[in-house]
């Protein structure tokens, strides 16, 4: 068990973390919402000034066509679009430092980044780079950056991440396999586009994944012991939109409707967890990707419930309130079942997905390091409502062992 004296230490530094979430602005962008607001963005990025744009993506996003419309439409602006299409799930130091030679070799002005959380997190890293004389290893931690970074505007293709609006970019160090977070205000967007339209082509099992992935940002928000009554209004906007639509966008692809409430719904869990933070769930989540590059809304899937049933004896009226945001509460149940409702339905869920309750790729012999690696990103960094020791860890993940 972990000794008082290190809970309280740990309380400390997540409070101070609060205190500097109410006194630091955390700004956000402007919004565009809806269909083809993805070209409204591009209208806006022309009344800049902007003549020489980065578009950070994906090769796939490029294959299937998801780009012509916006490179058609900044080009009829007069805008001169340089493609960086090198950044894979869970983006590198070099992926970076490619990303940032090809902007300085076309004097790009500012980045457009078209995708799901990495060429998010990738164009934060780049823009970041391009101005502070810094390294990522330097800019690695809270508040690093000296200068603000060149304009970067974003059009989320997925509907989890909270890219869009947080003040973090993950970028992974390939030779430690660890995540390295770059945390700072500055790195919020100043524009983005929630368009549906552009997710209509989802995969079911990506659209799952990374709707768990957002579902994994509103509930850790919300059982935060940094949670605001702004945050929490946020987390449960979040938590209701999900609940009734993910199962339609996964099942039903095509509808427009769904896909728009759950871009929505990644965007109001990003502003949550922007400020309250998140848990264990990231925790345990992020040593999964760095080790086994498991999809980050896939390892949060998988964790999230286990998390929510050992933290259950100290948020149980946190669960409760999130059930009866879910649609969940029927007559006058109390708050312990509610919270065992929401835990089920959770599960029910993922079962519905096909989303696996075990991961392949984790063997028993990295499960202390994973352990070890995940509460000390935890402790330094996350409020969580109750503390476990590493012992505890190693069995809550061996849990997961296929």
């Given at each position: 068990m972990l000794f008082p004296v290190k809970v309280q230490y740990y309380k400390g530094l997540t409070k101070a973390l609060k205190v500097a979430a109410a006194v630091i602005p955390m700004p956000k962008p402007t919004l565009f919402s809806g269909a083809d607001s993805s070209l409204e963005l591009c209208d806006a990025i022309s009344h800049l000034g902007i003549k020489k744009l980065l578009l950070?993506?994906?090769?796939?996003?490029?294959?299937?066509?998801?780009?012509?419309?916006?490179?058609?439409?900044?080009?009829?602006?007069?805008?001169?679009?340089?493609?960086?299409d090198?950044?894979?799930?869970?983006?590198?130091?070099?992926?970076?430092?490619?990303?940032?030679?090809?902007?300085?070799?076309?004097?790009?002005?500012?980045?457009?980044?078209?995708?799901?959380?990495?060429?998010?997190?990738?164009?934060?890293?780049?823009?970041?780079?391009?101005?502070?004389?810094?390294?990522?290893?330097?800019?690695?931690?809270?508040?690093?950056?000296?200068?603000?970074?060149?304009?970067?505007?974003?059009?989320?293709?997925?509907?989890?991440?909270?890219?869009?609006?947080?003040?973090?970019?993950?970028?992974?160090?390939?030779?430690?396999?660890?995540k390295t977070p770059i945390i700072d205000p500055k790195l919020v967007p100043a524009m983005a586009a929630l368009d549906g339209k552009l997710m209509l082509g989802l995969p079911?099992?990506?659209?799952?994944?990374?709707?768990?992935?957002?579902?994994?940002?509103?509930?850790?928000?919300?059982?935060?012991?940094?949670?605001?009554?702004?945050?929490?209004?946020?987390?449960?906007?979040?938590?209701?939109?999900?609940?009734?639509?993910?199962?339609?966008?996964?099942?039903?692809?095509?509808?427009?409707?769904?896909?728009q409430n759950m871009a929505m719904a990644s965007y109001y869990a990003g502003l949550a967890f922007t400020k309250a933070g998140v848990g264990y769930v990231h925790a345990i989540a992020h040593n999964f990707?760095?080790?086994?590059?498991?999809?980050?809304?896939?390892?949060?899937?998988?964790?999230?419930?286990?998390?929510?049933?050992?933290?259950?004896?100290?948020?149980?009226?946190?669960?409760?309130?999130?059930?009866?945001?879910?649609?969940?509460?029927?007559?006058?149940?109390?708050?312990?079942?509610?919270?065992?409702?929401?835990?089920?339905?959770i599960r029910a869920m993922l079962v519905s997905f096909e989303i696996p309750a075990t991961l392949d790729s984790l063997k028993t012999e990295d499960i202390p390091r994973i352990a070890e690696l995940a509460l000390d990103e935890a402790h330094a960094n996350y409020p969580v409502p109750k503390y476990m020791d590493k012992r505890t860890c190693e069995a809550l993940i061996s849990k997961m062992v296929a």
């Open positions: 950070v993506t994906d090769k796939v996003l490029g294959e299937i066509g998801l780009l012509k419309d916006i490179q058609a439409r900044l080009e009829k602006h007069g805008i001169k679009v340089t493609i960086y090198g950044i894979l799930p869970d983006p590198t130091y070099d992926q970076i430092e490619k990303g940032l030679a090809l902007l300085n070799k076309h004097q790009c002005e500012g980045i457009l980044a078209v995708g799901g959380g990495s060429p998010i997190d990738a164009s934060k890293a780049i823009a970041a780079r391009a101005t502070n004389n810094k390294s990522l290893e330097k800019m690695a931690g809270l508040f690093k950056l000296r200068k603000a970074p060149l304009p970067l505007f974003v059009v989320p293709t997925t509907a989890g991440t909270g890219s869009e609006v947080t003040i973090v970019s993950v970028v992974s160090n390939p030779e430690t396999h660890q079911p099992f990506v659209t799952a994944a990374t709707g768990m992935d957002a579902l994994t940002h509103a509930i850790e928000s919300y059982i935060s012991t940094n949670a605001t009554d702004e945050t929490r209004s946020y987390a449960l906007a979040a938590t209701k939109l999900i609940m009734e639509n993910l199962e339609t966008a996964v099942h039903d692809g095509k509808n427009l409707e769904a896909r990707g760095a080790l086994y590059a498991t999809p980050h809304g896939l390892a949060n899937s998988i964790v999230l419930p286990h998390i929510l049933d050992y933290s259950k004896s100290d948020i149980i009226s946190e669960l409760a309130t999130l059930a009866e945001a879910s649609g969940l509460k029927a007559g006058r149940e109390s708050n312990n079942k509610l919270a065992e409702k929401l835990i089920a339905r």
